[in-house]
């Protein structure tokens, strides 16, 4: 049975067709600990896992999350997690917990993340509290949280920008660079871009994204000019793109994620995850 915190949000999407992730965020237990309580026991970590959506713990719920199934995490994912982590553990001394969470929303909406499960107090404009509730043998408040303007996982835009290495590699400082520019879903790239054309920078709509097992199915509009088409799922050699039945090459964007150019009009998209044999 999923906690009050997933119940609540997969409550709140069930009508809903847009793909969301949530994110995690529990920078220190010790905030937890009271005179009346006692010491934070496993049995408490626990009900708070389960509670946060945690990873290993968020599969069953039927949610994504941004932290994924840890004994599957692609090295990309795990870079990600590590830098949010950096953050999230900053000393209380140098940042307060508001400001850490501040400290990382533009990585979070970057990576399609809708709400933020917590049982700490934020205080920003950017984050609205939807939902509270306790858990656990303490009543632990527990917080739900839903990011503003957090960006879609899939979506057209002829915004584009080169970051990170000439050699086309994104590393940690990448993420450091993005945060600070992020402001509207746009395409960032690390090297030579696989497009040479000019992009329209007009409005796009995606027009029939579609989910069957291991395929993406879209209805796009390449404008007049050409876009570039963002896939917010993780980059993996495993993936093949088709534009209208030709194969096309996929460029690593946005530190994991994937883009194709859509040449002008409208075409039928295809993504293909092929699964390896064994492991």
Request: net charge neutral; glycine share 6%; proline share 6%.
């Amino acid at each position: 049975t999923p906690p009050d915190t997933v119940r609540y949000i997969l409550e709140k999407e069930k009508s809903s067709s847009l793909p969301y992730r949530v994110y995690s965020f529990a920078p220190d237990v010790s905030v937890l600990e009271t005179k009346t309580c006692g010491k934070f026991t496993e049995y408490d970590s626990y009900i708070l896992s389960r509670a946060l959506a945690e990873p290993n713990y968020a599969m069953p719920f039927g949610i994504d999350t941004l932290t994924g199934y840890d004994n599957f995490q692609p090295a990309v994912v795990t870079e990600i997690n590590a830098y949010l982590s950096q953050i999230k553990n900053t000393p209380t001394s140098s940042m307060d917990f508001s400001g850490r969470i501040r400290a990382m929303r533009n990585t979070l909406k970057m990576m399609n993340v809708k709400y933020i499960i917590t049982y700490v107090d934020i205080h920003d404009t950017d984050f609205t509290l939807v939902y509270s509730t306790t858990t656990g043998r303490c009543e632990y408040k527990m917080h739900v949280y839903e990011l503003r303007n957090y960006w879609p996982r899939y979506f057209l835009t002829g915004d584009t920008e080169q970051i990170g290495s000439k050699d086309g590699i994104f590393d940690t400082r990448s993420l450091s660079e993005m945060e600070k520019l992020t402001n509207t879903p746009r395409v960032y790239y690390a090297g030579n871009p696989l497009w040479s054309h000019p992009l329209d920078q007009g409005p796009a709509i995606i027009l029939r994204p579609e989910t069957r097992n291991n395929t993406l199915l879209f209805e796009v509009g390449g404008g007049i000019k050409g876009k570039m088409l963002f896939v917010g799922n993780t980059y993996l050699p495993q993936w093949k793109a088709y534009v209208d039945t030709v194969e096309v090459l996929i460029q690593n964007v946005n530190y994991q994620h994937m883009a194709i150019y859509i040449p002008p009009g409208l075409h039928v998209v295809r993504f293909e995850y092929q699964q390896p044999f064994g492991f």
